[in-house]
C-alpha cells in the first residue's frame, strides 16, 4: 500500500482533511479528494494558468504544487467565489462573452480575484499583463479586459461578502 500523509486546509473557509499520497498534485486533491471539479487542468505543466487557484490569498498554478504542500493552508477555488448568485467578476465575463468554452474561465476568474483585490482600478495594460499566464484558446482576449474592467467598476460600487481568500 502506498505510503499517506493527512492534510488538513481550508477550502473556502471549509475545514478538510484527507489522506494522500505525497505525489499527488493539489490540483488532483481538490478535483478527486474534495470533488471540486470547478479547478480545471490543462498543460499540467505550468503553463496555461487553467488550474490556479489562490493559496493563503495568492494565485498559485495549482497542477505544480503537491497537496502536502498545502498542508495548513488557505485555499480558494472558482465554487468559492459565488454567494447568493454569481460573484460580479462572473456576472461581468457572463454579461461581456468573456468566455466560450470555459475551460480557461475559473482559473481566469481566481487571477482576476487577486488582481481587483490588489489593483481595485486596474488599466487595461495592467490587466492584460496579470492575465499573461493565462491562456484562452477560444475568447481572444480583448472580451475578457473588458469583463474584468466591468467587474472593477462593480466591485468598487458594491463589494461582495468574501470566502473565496
Ligand atoms: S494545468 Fe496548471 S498551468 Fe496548465
Ligand atoms: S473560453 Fe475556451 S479556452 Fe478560454
Do not use: W
Not at 2 to 8: F, L, N
Not at 39 to 55: D, Q, S
Amino acid at each position: 500500500m502506498a505510503e499517506r500523509h493527512v492534510v488538513r486546509l481550508t477550502v473556502n473557509g471549509e475545514s478538510v482533511e484527507r489522506l494522500v499520497e505525497p505525489r499527488k498534485t493539489l490540483a488532483d486533491f481538490l478535483r478527486q479528494d474534495v470533488e471540486l471539479t470547478g479547478t480545471h487542468l490543462g498543460c499540467e505543466h505550468g503553463v496555461c494558468g487553467a488550474c490556479t487557484v489562490l493559496l493563503d490569498g495568492d494565485p498559485v498554478r495549482s497542477c505544480l504544487l503537491f497537496a502536502v504542500q498545502a498542508d495548513g493552508a488557505r485555499v480558494g477555488t472558482v465554487e468559492g467565489l459565488a454567494h447568493d448568485g454569481l460573484h460580479p467578476i462572473q456576472e461581468a465575463f457572463h454579461d461581456h462573452f468573456a468566455l466560450q468554452c470555459g475551460y480557461c474561465t475559473p482559473g481566469m476568474l481566481m487571477t482576476v480575484h487577486d488582481l481587483l483585490q490588489r489593483s481595485p482600478s486596474p488599466t487595461r495594460e495592467e490587466i492584460r499583463k496579470a492575465l499573461a499566464g493565462n491562456i484562452c484558446r477560444c475568447t481572444g482576449y480583448h472580451a475578457i479586459v473588458d469583463a474584468v474592467e466591468a467587474a472593477a467598476a462593480r466591485l468598487r460600487a458594491a463589494p461582495p461578502r468574501e470566502a473565496a481568500r
